[in-house]
């Protein structure tokens, strides 16, 4: 089955496929889910057309859940977050920040369904299992957003428990279907279709051979600051533009195998930052530029009784890890924009894909494209 | 209909009625509510009794609705929060820290209903008023929770959409019903029935006259510390204790009227802690302690064109106001304890209330009766 | 020669041989160096009388030194810090705060001489021993300071780099010497003298054993709010105040054997407030108040090359250590005010000791007094 | 003499003299002084030759010393700050987190001068003028950082407090110095000599006209890793690296007379990342990357009785802003290698500056030169 998605993925071009020159060495899939363990799952809601009717549609909007350890695992994980721009919401960062570990998912959807994926996380938990020693684990659940209000029906509250559900339960390992699909179903990054986007890197063996995997729901961003490459590709591309601004957000998730710390994984994301200066971001005030990073190294970490061992890569073995959250942020943001197709959405709001063959002309130009 | 409440509130002791000695001048209602145009409602949801079946109850649980200028205006309050204990939710706080404003109330409920409160925020924002020029303002609602499942089918999710308006809808200025009310339900404090409690502070004339007010919904803490007007009260009464740990949680709602920027807010969520610390908590790891703080100075400081001119109290003025915040928290906790009444939920668990006559004697044991 | 340091640290009484009720265990010094392998140094600097000439004095001042690991050590800890309110210094913590590691000593002072202890704590280093594999690891020294201009000529820069060698030089481990010496020689406490302090707390054998000590440079807080074991003994002894406010400021050092990772580290941090509550601290905008904590567990957790193993307590068996923290910083502030004697400094102003009788008698008032 | 400086500045080639497109519309001075008030010194220290005899030299450091107000005013700032890699100092911080006011200049020297500068800047404050009403208020300098240790005797102490005292007293409005001059004179970018650069942006009348400002002290980066307006220039300069890491650090000071308060000043530090991602920076573990944000808009808001009355820039018009501090940063580090020389140091350790003709080249090739 992974081999027929990997099939389907392959059949449409990724980033790299059209030539974006990229630094490091991606994984297999070059996707978060080349870090073990992690599972990705998509909802995604696409129905009517026309004049907006609240409550009915049009609607262009979905969850997406990202499993640390997948679905069938309740053992957190160490993580932590940071926040660039603060226009948005990630619920249960509270007791990450203070704990040092993730307990569940992260859930990824739009601005107004934040409440109901969160209830519905704790719902699906106490349905898998019996309470551990403690209590429900994950009655603080992580659950992020971004406005897609510009195509979807956002006030309609089309989100519901059975769809967090249903990106829980079909969360898999493998390639992971990018643009409009789950939470990113209906975003627009850089003024271009957006949505979800992943990369991943593989260190080199001196450096621990260890993998970072990025997955973004990319709706940030302005046309004219948009760089690709280093190169102003949205300069180039000046047409059909929606805001004028940047405005929106970016939900960044960061997985990683390398055994770290809460503290050092605090320091990663906060360099998801350079990533997204790289695409050209100035992270607007009206955006929700909101990063988490985990590591699924030391499991049993949070267990309850005796003491725990624990294994840590020493502070100054993080440089290759940094430089790999960099390239990978800056990598998923364009592929998110490269699989994103043209949608249109409520009001029959048009928002056009980012055109392949512009993009490619436009590297060219500046003899930035590939091979 | 403020009077008949303030009858009725007044029907029933507070602690200072009781004898315990508190420093400062609270205001007229020793409330949040002395602020002005600060309004508190709530939604009690009691049924049922017996063995617990999810999903059907027993039910002792509810929604509290703290508005800072008022039901019936949508105009933001400079905020900020700080968090003792992390092991907790309060939404909308990412936002808050990076803006520096509070754009909605500030709803309080069970750990499982955050979600459900929070999107009704949103729904009821909507049917409110058309979205401002920015587009929706309360989208990203500040919604807090402390667990009631030692009480309360908390499992069952039976807070709805229309708990919370009613909390929203029902807010009101005066007397504010304290104990087993609104999302104070079903909690418990140092082992005592909790719930809701609150406190004011007005500062003398020479210090600006100011107001602060202070709302918990107090469910944390250790019989063992518990401490009164700094006498280890809890262990003068040792019978029927719950945990003998401090597990459980606090929300702290501070509210004043002083012309204050979100620096300063800031720094008094801070001081919260030390009103907590008179009162004997240690902050236990199962604790999510989580205060914000806000003020009302300062009307239309949020609009979006041209210059907005603010008042600000110099750093070095802070100090009453530092003081009254360690002295509102510091009562409106005692206030939570001897309003709460006796109360037998799931699995017919009985939490007894504090005795008020046994109170009286050990304060009077150790000198510390006032009057 | 520690027996004999100990013989006559046993001459001066301590809060608790005065009948101050505290609660736990302390260890065997109830010193902050009951954490093995502490070690405490200080230099005192008293010289001249009556009226100040900046440069030439009087002098009332000096350096209290921290060593985690004792003075032989270059390796690092765990560690990590908190302020409650930031009008102070602590020099160090930009890269504590990222690292996780403490990499030197705690150096305390006055305001006006952290540059030259800093400075003199790299050349210590740099004399002490070759770089390491990463260049000097002590670049970035952790220096804390209150102000003493109160009683000490501090615009005169008294303190000279030899001062802080010969705290570092001369720290050594067992009962530590407090009040009117080192970096606390001439501070003020509550409006009575103040200085150094320190306490500690040994945990149940079923909690782990582990100790908890703190040490205290106490120079803050208001007469009118000072509470001793619950008591407003401030009130009880109103005579000879010194400002009638909460200035000044406080620093805590907090150790530990406890296997803690920074995260944790940094949660007990936070909880020192509550110990300074339980003493009526409201932590006044001219206060200082800056915590730092560290772990002496897993050693060598630096290193440069290949993993670390580290052994960590879960989260949830931190109550104890928490409650430990909160009671041994209660003790320590009380332990400054009662080791401290009167003090007489620039332009003759005299601040008066806390008299050990009149505690008593407050106490006893109270029936607070032990035994 | 202000003309006579520009001459000589523009007798020197700064980054868009070659070439190098920018956006944005920079100050007269495309300086941190075209923010009005700003005042900027340097006290350079080179002396000596060949192998590293610690304490005799050779010398290769300095002092710069940025006054928000200018020498002669007193009168604090808004303020706040961030961390994007923490190995690093900037004292002061504690208090300007807290109080929001930068009460004093920035310095910025070589990390093991920090303690000498920070003393030396409370010595000229007591000479400057009696103490204010709350005491000394430069008694918390600002002091930051990076190191020079591989063209400077760094443990030899050579920085002595006049140096500080001369950035202070030569500080002046106008063309800033750049390259190898005051706490610049030693460093090393990106593998090329680095040092002061400094940039500017105007905003159009429709956002304000508002003017931003930095200044870098540019120690830090990889050759590998560079990107100058978006192009990999460092590879297309492969030769002469020094570490083939991202070592060192860089400390960036941003002024800007836009009336800001400091929660939004915090938001504009935070961007300051977005720059150095846009100019190739991983931010590496040995880095110390500390960014300080000062508005010189609200005079006399410090002030110390009654209330103040402030004027502030609502969050929805902080856009333009929060642009050019990303463009002025990109810049800022740009001037910096282009203004430095190649410099020889200890041990006859040689830095090369980067090559302007290899500079022109390398964009040319990628169609990025500007006219």
Known sequence: MVAANLAVAQAKPRARDLGVPFDGTPGVYNAITDVKGVEVGHTTLISGSGKLKVGEGPVRTGVTAVLPRGKDSLDPVFGA????????EMTGTTWLEDSGFLEGPVMITNTHSVGVVRDAVIAWRIKKAPPDSEGYSWSL?????TADDDLNDMNGFHVKPEHAFHALDTAHGGPVEEGNVGGGTGMICNEFKGGIGTSSRVLDATAGGYTVGVLVQCNYGSREQLRIAGINVGREIPEHTVWQKDVGSIIVVLATNAPLIPTQLKRIAKKISLGLGRDG?????GSGDIFIAFSTANPGAVGTQGLHQLTMLPNDSLDPIFLATVQATEE????????AETMTGINNHTVIALPHDRLREALKKYNRLSK
């Open 81 to 88: 977050w940071f926040t660039l721009n603060g226009n948005g």
């Open 141 to 145: 659940p992580v659950v992020a957003e």
């Open 281 to 285: 971001s100035y992270s607007g005030d």
């Open 332 to 339: 998923a943001v364009v592929n998110a924009m490269v699989a």
